[in-house]
């Protein structure tokens, strides 16, 4: 019976600490007001993660352990159907991108809250985070790039891997929540949006980052040209 105690005040506090991150930011977010949200005392945190980092860190080892290892699934599951031939891009953006969506629709997973957290903290990455991320995303990355590389022989292997980071920040500030709209500009979407963004935000980002990824190539001037340019 202990241990079933201590699962489920392990797993209030993580899932405390996963709402009010979400809403304040690391920075913003007292041990205070996770002991209260959880309903424990500040002993009870430190002897489950020993401090507010270690917290955070576990809040999202939780949920991206399972959501990377899923990503990891479909792609196995696609390139083994493929049979050696690449996959279409299409495939590819929805296995990494679709999956962490789809992963907004089901609460077991951390629902639209992990997703809004995940969204904001990509966007104001603290250092300790950076280094999270970058280990769970490891493997990942390499296996997603190298689909994509072959999917598209023709080009560059270093545009693909800028188109890949301007998918993830614009995936980052989608997920980040609607409201992320009004920053800087006031573009709101209207009321009628705000009731179904979750479900739309899927089909209409999966458009978005096909677009970009398919764009066609920048063309740069050669560096003689841009002196000349300059001298003139």
């Given at each position: 019976?202990?241990?079933?105690r ?5 797993e ?5 600490a ?14 205070r ?18 401090s ?36 279409k ?20 997973r ?5 997703l ?6 990509l ?34 292997k ?18 980040a ?24 935000l ?8 096909l677009?970009?990824?398919r ?9 003689g040209?841009?002196?000349?340019a300059?001298?003139a």
């Amino acid at each position: 019976m202990a241990e079933v105690r201590n699962i489920d005040t392990r797993e209030r506090i993580l899932d405390a600490a996963e709402r009010l991150f979400m809403a304040h930011g690391y920075d913003g977010t007292s041990m205070r007001q996770i002991t209260g949200e959880a309903s424990v005392n500040l002993a009870a945190v430190n002897y489950h993660f020993g401090s507010k980092e270690m917290l955070m860190k576990e809040v999202f080892r939780r949920r991206l352990g399972w959501l990377n290892e899923e990503r990891l699934r479909v792609l196995d599951e696609m390139e083994a159907a493929a049979a050696g031939h690449a996959l279409k891009p299409s495939q590819i953006v929805d296995g990494f991108f679709g999956t962490l969506l789809r992963m907004g629709s089901d609460e077991s997973r951390g629902g639209i809250t992990f997703l809004r957290l995940l969204g904001r903290t990509l966007t104001e990455p603290s250092e300790f985070i950076r280094t999270v991320l970058s280990d769970e995303y490891a493997g990942l990355s390499e296996r997603y790039k190298a689909a994509l590389f072959k999917a598209l022989p023709d080009v560059p292997k270093a545009e693909i891997v800028w188109r890949f980071h301007f998918m993830l920040g614009a995936t980052a500030y989608a997920i980040a929540g609607v409201d992320a709209l009004n920053v800087g500009v006031d573009w709101g979407t209207g009321d009628s949006e705000r009731t179904d963004a979750a479900e739309r935000l899927l089909p209409r980002l999966m458009s978005f980052l096909l677009g970009g990824l398919r764009a066609p190539l920048p063309q740069f001037a050669a560096a003689g040209d841009s002196a000349a340019a300059r001298a003139a």
